[in-house]
């Protein structure tokens, strides 16, 4: 029994360490597609029907935040943006005067029941007609993002959250993902590197009753797709955070050598099971060095 | 038994090593060779350019070519300025790629790869001068197993002998998607590609038939309405019908035809909503499209259209 | 000397450009961003600005109408989109010639040395 149970608990520890290393090919792959992709400019010059996407942001801190989410150069996008303009007055009247917006026809399609929204403003000037503001009272991100997909044009919306920013070549990525198959063949698009991602159709937003828990599990497995690729990132990332994964290897490797020096060879086994891991999304990391390249490509030169 | 244990944790510290070993190698060796690819591809780029505005039959000296990754970054960089260009001399450009042995090159590379990389090889050899010689080499990869392997392959033999472009896209096995048409109508923007849209919109092929809409619609082609509304009449449930639909939405032409309105009610209520839904964001308004649909998407129509407005007068 | 200004975020697309209008009377020179070009025309009155790429409408803004007299400098702007929307924002929002990827090198450098060649030196 005993040496059943090593041999099941080893099993297991060898199972984590199948996953990671299936998990690392699989960014690994997703890099070599990014590159790939990188490199074509067809969906820029005028996006083929359809393949639209609607950013839902929901806690935009202002002007420059707003600009941001504009500097897109995918042409079928717009930037839905639900600001309160009771709880911050100044960012809403700094947002409106900085892009021309006035006060529209409010009249929500029948999709999801939005409550509290107060307006909806357009831009007078033709150069921001992507950006959309929706005046909602504060309740919670889902009731903002179930108001903006009430007023989103596209087939497909992205919710951002508080503090999340997309990183450069996000929507035309996700574009190009969803142009590589029929129309309506996706449904759903995520991935768990970097911020998690969360694409999702409008029209099966809808049919879920809204952004709550049950969203992905209403949609069939057949329409989810799962990418392997850093979409998102936290807007102030912390610069404490490579520091802290050095001193946490380095306690780990501490510990491994205290356990294998004791004896403990079960705990010994899960500590490295634990360091393969990390190793391998380690790895992972300088495969996706899209944000530093990208980052060291554009050094002004005057 | 402590020793499958003992002999799992030798295993797992040998792969903790290894990992840890290819992360240090590959940030510093990562590092090093973009600093030196960034520089390479400017003297790379600086030389090209002033070969072709010089018009001089020599070919320019490429300093370092023979370094590792060099050749490399000199093929990245010729695509790169024949992707963003059109009108440029070919004559300097074939002298440069042949010189320096890029076609084969590329070929090998393609070759000892798999997936995405063999396509990204196949991709940067559609974007260069290659001869026709290459249509021969890349016709295996006709048949692999990668899409993306597949298409690019189709895009080099479509870039090595342009007049053969009906044949080879017609001959293609997979139905084109709308990513892979606006790559093959890209080619068509650099002038690579001589095809005129009234025999593709016209053709029984499937993809023939896609490529012509996609044209009709990216240049704005009015006098192809009438194809369009043939197109949306005989392709009831396909992709095609709705191709032509989002076609004519994008020209702006009128919405309520009978064929439109006929191929309209056999949407689905999601899919004639999104069309609803363009229509709105071209810019129709709600009483020219009328209300072929039904009082019930009638409202969802003017939602949207409501909301590009303003009234003034209450 | 005339002076041109390059506004792009794609080193690749700043050099070509810059290396095309290699050998014309002028200094060129280059940013990143559109932020730095406000930095930039405070101590240089640029006579060409080519726009490639970033954000058009952030650096349209950045060239105001004559300030104290001085003249406002030619903006050309190069992008992929060829939608008229696109097309027509820009054109609103200041930029006096729009020309699309893929783009002619001999044909830009021809159209920016006769813009200089119209200029007061």
């Not at chain 2, 990992?19 to 973009?34: F, I, K, P, W």
């Not at chain 2, 009831?236 to 019908?241: A, K, Q, R, V, Y």
Request: with cysteine.
């Amino acid at each position: 029994m005993l040496a059943a149970g090593q041999i099941v608990f080893v099993a297991a520890l060898a199972a984590v360490v199948a996953g990671a290393f299936v998990a690392l090919v699989r960014i690994v792959c997703a890099a070599d597609k990014r590159l790939l992709l990188a490199e074509t400019r067809g969906m820029l010059c005028d996006a083929p029907d359809g393949r639209g996407i609607s950013v839902l942001c929901s806690g935009v801190a202002g002007v420059e935040e707003v600009r941001r989410l504009l500097d897109e150069g995918y042409p079928r996008y717009e930037a839905v943006v639900v600001l309160d303009s009771v709880r911050r007055p100044e960012a809403f009247a700094a947002v409106l005067a900085e892009f021309h917006l006035i006060d529209v026809n409010y009249d929500p399609a029948d999709d999801l029941p939005a409550e509290g929204v107060r307006g909806l403003y357009r831009s007078r000037k033709r150069c921001y007609r992507r950006l959309v503001v929706v005046d909602k009272a504060f309740t919670s991100c889902r009731a903002d993002f179930d108001a903006a997909v009430g007023v989103a044009i596209y087939d497909y919306v992205l919710p951002l959250r508080p503090g999340i920013r997309m990183m450069p070549f996000c929507i035309g990525r996700l574009a190009i993902e969803l142009s590589l198959e029929p129309a309506g063949a996706v449904e759903l698009v995520r991935s768990p590197v970097g911020e998690p991602l969360l694409l999702v159709a409008r029209e099966a937003a809808v049919a879920a009753g809204g952004f709550g828990p049950d969203l992905v599990r209403s949609i069939p497995r057949s329409r989810r797709r799962t990418l392997y690729e850093p979409f998102l990132r936290a807007a102030k990332p912390s610069v404490r955070r490579p520091v802290l994964r050095r001193g946490a290897a380095l306690l780990l490797a501490a510990c491994i050598a205290a356990t294998a020096a004791a004896g403990w060879w079960e705990v010994c086994a899960v500590l490295l099971t634990l360091a393969v891991v990390a190793a391998a999304a380690e790895y992972a990391r300088t495969c996706a060095p899209e944000e530093r390249t990208a980052r060291a490509a554009s050094r002004k030169s005057v | 038994m402590t020793r499958i244990v003992m002999l799992y944790c030798a295993f797992a510290a040998c792969v903790v090593v290894l990992l840890s070993g290819a992360v240090v190698v590959r940030r510093l060796v990562d590092g090093r060779r973009h600093r030196r690819d960034a520089l390479l591809s400017r003297q790379y780029l600086h030389i090209v350019i002033l070969s072709l505005m010089s018009e001089t039959d020599t070919v320019p000296h490429f300093p370092r070519l023979e370094s590792a990754g060099a050749r490399m970054v000199l093929a990245e960089t010729l695509a790169r300025l024949v992707s963003s260009t059109y009108g440029l001399d070919l004559g300097p450009l074939r002298r440069i790629f042949r010189d320096a042995g890029l076609q084969p090159f590329l070929l090998r590379c393609a070759r000892r790869t798999r997936g995405c990389r063999r396509a990204r090889y196949l991709s940067l050899l559609s974007r260069l001068p290659a001869d026709a010689a290459v249509a021969a080499a890349v016709e295996r990869y006709g048949s692999d197993r990668h899409r993306a392997v597949r298409f690019y392959a189709l895009m080099v033999r479509l870039a090595a002998d342009p007049s053969m472009a009906l044949q080879l896209i017609g001959a293609y096995p997979d139905p084109l998607s709308a990513f892979e048409l606006s790559e093959i109508v890209s080619m068509l923007r650099r002038g690579v590609l001589p095809v005129a849209y009234e025999p593709l919109i016209e053709s029984p092929n499937r993809n023939l038939r896609s490529l012509g809409i996609a044209i009709v619609r990216q240049f704005g082609i009015e006098e192809a309405e009438e194809n369009l509304l043939r197109i949306a009449s005989e392709d009831t449930t396909g992709e095609l019908g709705r191709e032509a639909l989002y076609a004519l939405c994008a020209l702006r032409r009128p919405m309520a035809r009978r064929e439109v309105v006929r191929r309209m009610g056999l949407m689905s209520r999601a899919e004639r909503r999104a069309l609803l839904r363009c229509m709105a964001l071209e810019g129709y308004s709600e009483t020219a499209f009328g209300s072929p649909v039904g009082d019930e998407e009638t409202p969802y129509f003017e939602s949207f259209v409501l909301s590009y407005k303003r009234c003034l007068v209450c | 000397m005339h002076r041109i200004l390059i506004v792009s975020d794609d080193p690749f697309l700043r050099d070509m450009v810059r290396f095309a209008l290699g050998g014309l009377d002028a200094e060129v020179r280059s940013v990143s961003e559109a932020c730095e070009i406000r930095r930039v025309s405070r101590s240089v009155l640029f006579d060409v600005v080519i726009v490639l790429t970033v954000s058009p409408f952030a650096c349209c803004d950045c060239f105001d109408r004559r300030r104290n007299g001085l003249r406002r400098p030619v903006v050309y702007v190069v992008a992929w989109q060829h939608s008229e929307q696109t097309v027509l924002s820009l054109l609103e929002n200041g930029a006096d010639q729009y020309m699309t990827f893929p783009v002619n090198l001999q044909r830009l450098r021809g159209k920016v040395a006769d813009e200089l060649n119209r200029l007061v030196p």
